[in-house]
């Protein structure tokens, strides 16, 4: 066995982020990493089992691995929308007790169904019996301004005992009055501490933290403590930093595609889209803006990819005005 393929599946990731994580963002982050795992956008099983399933499951071959997030509180009602997510060819099935939303919680799931564990196991059993590729549960560390240790310890018995063996832990309380999603990410003090703490008293179990962790020397500071590190905001607003991650922490070679080869590919991502779907690039090219972050001329290329006056043009076209510096002679 090599040193990439003996890591766990989870060592890696890059998180669930709404209107972030589509299929053309995790499409990006495919070419500058084979090895982190890639996550959906929360998907509400409503959405799914009353929606257009094709929208909100359609994806790129290339993102393997990649794991659809759920989001709902009913067990049979998860395990139908975990059925579905197999069936499309999802490598697992994760559900969301992590999103404070006041829209989510009124759909009595996501944070808020952290005071109900019961529950929770109830809705990883029933997927459980339904799917054969993993499940696996992403929680905050406690609710509200309830900080007792004991609060996510017995969460994670709870929900364990009905067959979860992996944990993605937000090192942060979710607060569910007075913050909006945005300040819940920022304000509930990060305890990385109370993750720890938990991979010591459930070593069986897989645990992987999240919460501010925006650069290598802390994912290596965290994977000697956990099993795995998810990343988030950082790997979409610096997406390159992807690019150091399979050899720094899978063992595996290092990245050898340019700035120029990768929106290349890019590119022809968006002719592929524009003919199959009628996608325009502009829906794609948001999720590149950061790839060029800290590079001379990285203004007028992030100013190019994000013009609304250059609509009309082909994403050759863009791709050819951006990477000529105005100051050119």
Known sequence: MTAAASHSPWRLSVAPMLDWSDRHCRYLHRLLSR??????????????????????????????????????????????????????????????CGCPSERVQRGAFGACLMREPNLVADGVRAMRDAVDIPVTVKHRIGIDQEESYAFVRDFVGTVA??????????????????????ENRD??????????????????????????????????????????????REAYHNPWWLTRWDAQFFGAA???????????QMVAYMQREAAAHGTHWYAIARHMLGLR?????????????????????????????????????
């Open 35 to 96: 090895r982190a795992l890639l996550y959906t956008e929360m998907v509400t099983t409503g959405a799914l089992l009353h929606g257009d399933v094709a929208r909100h499951l359609r994806f790129n071959v290339e993102e393997h691995p990649v794991a659809l997030q759920l989001g709902g509180s009913e067990p049979v009602d998860l395990a139908r929308a975990a059925r579905l997510g197999q069936d499309w060819g999802y490598d697992e099935i994760n559900l969301n």
């Open 254 to 264: 290092p990245f050898t595609l340019t700035h120029q080869e990768v929106e290349a």
């Open 293 to 329: 972050h800290g590079l001379p001329g990285a203004r007028h290329w992030r100013q190019t990819w994000s013009n609304h006056r250059l609509k009309d043009f082909s994403a050759q076209e863009v791709s050819q005005i951006a990477n000529t510096r105005p100051d050119a002679s």
């Open 187 to 232: 304000i509930p003090p990060l305890r990385y501490g109370v993750v720890a703490r938990l991979k010591q008293d459930f070593p069986h179990l897989t645990i992987a933290i999240n919460g501010g962790i925006r650069d290598s020397a802390t994912v290596a500071e965290q994977l000697a403590r956990v099993d795995g590190v998810m990343v988030g």
């Open 161 to 182: 005992e009905a067959g979860c063996g992996v944990f993605i832990v937000h090192a942060r309380n979710a607060w569910l009055k007075g913050l909006s999603p945005k």
